[in-house]
């Protein structure tokens, strides 16, 4: 069974710093790997969506990372504000399913 | 632009009693997914269907049934609800799958407890 962890739970940050959240999974087996925001009293709105065959993909301050030989992939924030606290969840696709982990949850201090 | 809608948003069940819980999206997606979130567990699938009139289990279907009689709607029922199903249910939707799947599209949640 598919296993996900989000190392640490939480971060606090001041204000423009940049950041690396961990996501780790123990089946390589995956179609793609997919990053999740979540804010309090909501559902998850999609991030980045990185396929098996890529290594990264980018979406504004936002870099997600994947090395599937290794089970890893990083979601890397740069300088970041006080509007990018939230959860922060990874979950991997096998077969039909999704498997998530816990999240981390990030504050970023004015 | 609705997206994927959940009714109700917050409900209060007494053990035993009954309820269904629709979700629905407005983006022509064949699969659609049932979720339950609890502290410390992240997100668990309960079932899922592939399309219309198809369902399937997921990693923790038991005291749940659901159905997709209309693609635009899949509904998560509770035949005798329990404490253990206090939870935040999240709905979720996507394309199929050629290589390398879609991102999922979710609803905000019913916050569900169970007295």
């Known amino acids: 069974k598919q296993e996900v962890t989000q190392i640490p739970a939480a971060l606090s940050v001041p204000e423009g710093e940049n950041l690396v959240l961990n996501c780790s999974f123990t089946?390589?087996?995956?179609?793609?790997l997919q990053w999740f925001r979540q804010d309090p009293g909501k559902g998850l709105t999609s991030l980045l969506l990185i396929q098996s065959s890529q290594r990264e993909q980018t979406s504004g301050r936002l870099n997600a990372s994947l090395d599937k030989s290794s089970g890893r992939s990083t979601l890397y924030i740069a300088a970041s504000q006080p509007g990018d606290s939230a959860t922060y969840l990874c979950a991997v696709t096998g077969g039909n399913q999704f498997y998530f982990g816990t999240g981390t949850s990030l504050t970023v201090i004015p | 632009n609705a997206g994927v809608t959940q009714t109700p948003k917050f409900r209060v069940l007494k053990t035993g009693q009954s309820m269904t819980l629709l979700c629905a999206q407005d983006?022509?997606?064949?699969?659609m997914y049932w979720y339950r979130q609890d502290p410390g567990m992240g997100l668990r699938l309960i079932h899922y269907?592939?399309?219309?009139?198809?369902?399937a289990k997921g990693e923790v279907p038991d005291g749940y049934n659901v159905s997709r009689l209309k693609k635009q709607n899949f509904l998560l029922g509770l035949e005798s609800a329990a404490p253990s199903q206090t939870s935040v249910y999240f709905c979720?939707?996507?394309?199929?799958?050629?290589?390398?799947?879609?991102?999922?599209?979710f609803g905000d949640g019913t916050r569900l407890s169970i007295l």
């Open positions: 269907s592939v399309g219309e009139g198809t369902t």
């Open positions: 089946d390589s087996a995956i179609y793609n």
């Open positions: 983006m022509n997606h064949e699969y």
């Open positions: 979720a939707s996507s394309y199929p799958k050629p290589q390398g799947a879609q991102p999922q599209h």
